[in-house]
């Protein structure tokens, strides 16, 4: 009886993987031996003890979760010591070539093996886009945190008086930046006590229908909260676009300037600043 | 039946309320609380929702009641303390509950209850306590 | 929609009002498995509550399915309501802003749309509506 191609792939292990190193080696010159020997050997010892006949044509079956995660931590680590994506996808297809050349030394019916050499490719060819996948989730993954910093750094909330927060937007205001803003201010209002928000615009290049919404949605949260927005920072071109495109802003407070909102804010909280008897104090 | 507790505070009638609202539970809080109103001629009406995570439609339309029946009974009303995350979930659904008045917390809530009061009955409010 | 995998499944029975409460415990439950932040989690939640009060109101009562999703990506919650009631004649008017049939804000769907990441409703007049969200952990 003709042995099948798994049984014989389980039992050339030690033949593969020999093979498969000296593949990596030959393809790198860089290659560090003890570090990618242990990766490689868990990699290919579980890869072909999951690997049966019935699942040698299923790319997605169940045995192989485990070695697509083995892949994954591979792939993760390989990324953050610098190895290129392609480095890492050579390593798969060093691997199907290995696997492939032992077979073919045993299978002796070409159809038979041309059969299960498609099979084992499709699996493998499978894994290697895995570690693209890795790689590339690595480097989304830089972005975004890099992302949350630079959208923190870009909306500080200020307490400018007692019961007075000042909030200086800086750039695009897009629905995603919108609910960070909001987020932040509503949970400042919260925590300082503030009955007042002035947010300013000035810092915000272009205004139109869909950033008013935005501005409007702010404003409606921090009314539910029991607090009042003023919006300074109008300059005049913004003031003709709001027109000019039927934005309805009359249910908002609006101010040119963070000063004249300040003063409104005052006004609206009862205070008045005085001038105390004598000159300049310059400590 | 679970009833939601209403506390009398003087001139104030106080809800607070930590549980989800379903339906029999609201319709009891409304005529408790005109009820009460009316029984200890009370002037203002405050409700705490700090405790409140999720506000859907249905709750919107009880505090928006509220609102109207206290008024309609002679007395002023303020929801306080709702959580970011309400709000910003209201306004998205396109519920603002206008004509319902907000404050931060039960404080602010009551100076609030104060000064509509003091407006409701034609005399403005003056920190120094004289009444014109 | 996009295509998912399912982590997790659980299927709950509306029949009364008092099945709401549970119910979005379960869900918030899911949400928090999921990890999902705060104010995705009020808005699912919140979502939730105005689907599952649609389903008693107008539907009869129903079923909901509660599922952990993945698409690829990241994880997400999906939601399934399923109801045997009258159906729904016209969908497109009833995605429409300011649309009501019962007493409620008219704000129903389009505004539970707002809160979700994905959003479908199928209706067969006299056979029964089937409205399935989904909201991404950081969608």
Redesign the interface.
Known sequence: MEDNSTQILKEKKDAILELWISKQMAEDSYFNAEDQKEDSEDFANAFLSALNESNIDDKDAKGFEKVHDILMGISVSRAKRGFSPRETGVYMFTFKEALLEILSKDVSDPVKLYEDSLKISKIIDNMAILTFEGYIKGREDVISRQTDEITEISTPVIRVWDGVVALPIIGTLDSART?VV??NL??Q??ET?S?IAILDISGVPAVDSLVAQHLI?TV????????ECIISGIRPEIAQIVVHLGIDLSNIITKSTLASALQTAFNML?LEVHKKKGNFINN | MERIPILKMGDFLLVTIQV?L???LAENLESDLVNAVKKHNSKGVLIDISSV??????M??ILGNIGVMSRIMGAQSVI?G????????????????TGVA????VE??ME?LRSKILLSEGQSYD?DNNTE | MIMTTILNKQDFVIIR??D??PF?NQVKDAAVKVGMG??N???L??AA??LV?NLLKYGGGGTVEIETVSNGRENGVRLRFSDKGPGIKDVDLAMK?GYSTGK??G??L???K??VNEFDIQSTVGEGTTVTIIKWKNG
């Open positions: 609910q909001m987020e509503l949970q209002i919260v006590g009955t949605k409606s949260a921090t009314r539910l909260l029991g607090a009862q | 989800d379903y339906d029999q995570s999720i506000i859907d439609s249905f919107g339309r306080v709702m959580q970011p995350a309400v709000a910003m979930t209201l306004v998205e659904l396109g519920l603002t509950l907000t404050a931060l917390n602010k809530g609030l920190h | 009002e008092q709401v409460v979005r705060i104010l989690q009020t808005k939640i919140t509550s105005e009060r802003d409620s804000l704000l129903g389009p505004g539970t707002r809160l």
